[in-house]
């Protein structure tokens, strides 16, 4: 069974940072390009990052471009965002999902407040 | 920027028939998606390339797309599907996007 979990939010206050894991287990975690998805409080869903089977290859939503890295570590089917300079707008809920061509599977998402 | 365009919400009782829709220009070009979210939960999908079904999911959720329209049909609506839908495809960039997420209320 597909099994995804997201790790690692929390309260940060502007311009900081956070990390979060998504760890993956039930599939071959390096057959598949993964992705981040982020729901802002009331709002729908946005795309935030995209990384492909080898890391080689990632894709950024253009909001957190330049401020936030997906990695992955295949060898520990982990998954990782790296949220730097941290805005107020940033704050939600984040899914890390599997993909497809699409995404197919997704793990709970961790909160993530940015407040001062 | 491109967007899929979706009800804020459709409301139904139980056993009729719910249709949500979701608009975008490149809809014609690209295959729609539908996923199910429950408050607190992860999404699920429940459509993929514009009307198949995932193993698992019931009968009664189907999909089409014609044109810039893709539309997601709950056929005898339950209770238990009460839940916020949201489409997703990508624009001609091949950039993800999703619908703004429609409100479903079986009551």
């Known amino acids: 069974e597909v099994h995804l979990e997201v790790s690692g939010g929390g309260l940060v206050q502007p311009g900081g940072s956070l990390r979060l894991s998504c760890a993956a287990s039930?599939?071959?975690?390096?057959?598949?390009?993964m992705t981040w998805v982020r729901q802002s409080p009331g709002k729908g869903l946005q795309w935030v990052a995209t990384?492909?089977?080898?890391?080689?290859?990632?894709f950024y939503e253009s909001s957190v471009r330049g401020r936030f890295t997906v990695s992955r570590d295949n060898a520990e089917k982990t998954l990782y965002l790296q949220m730097d300079s941290l805005r107020v707008e940033d704050s939600g809920e984040y899914f890390c999902?599997?993909?497809?061509?699409?995404?197919?599977?997704w793990g709970r998402g961790a909160p993530v407040t940015v407040s001062s | 920027s491109y967007e899929l365009t979706q009800p804020p919400s459709v409301s139904v009782s139980p056993g009729q028939t719910a249709t949500i829709t979701c608009s975008g220009d490149a809809l014609p070009k690209k295959y729609a998606y539908w996923y199910q979210q429950k408050s607190g939960q992860a999404p699920l999908l429940v459509i993929y390339?514009?009307?198949k079904r995932p193993s698992g999911i019931p009968e009664r959720f189907s999909g089409s797309s014609t044109g810039t329209m893709a539309t997601l049909t709950l056929s005898g609506a339950q209770v238990e599907d009460e839940a916020d839908y949201f489409c997703?495809?990508?624009?001609?960039?091949?950039?993800?996007?999703f619908g703004g997420g429609t409100r479903l209320t079986v009551l």
């Open positions: 997703y495809s990508t624009d001609n960039s091949n950039y993800p996007r």
């Open positions: 039930g599939f071959t975690f390096n057959d598949y390009w």
């Open positions: 990384i492909e089977r080898d890391g080689n290859e990632k």
């Open positions: 390339e514009d009307n």
């Open positions: 999902a599997r993909l497809s061509g699409y995404p197919d599977y």
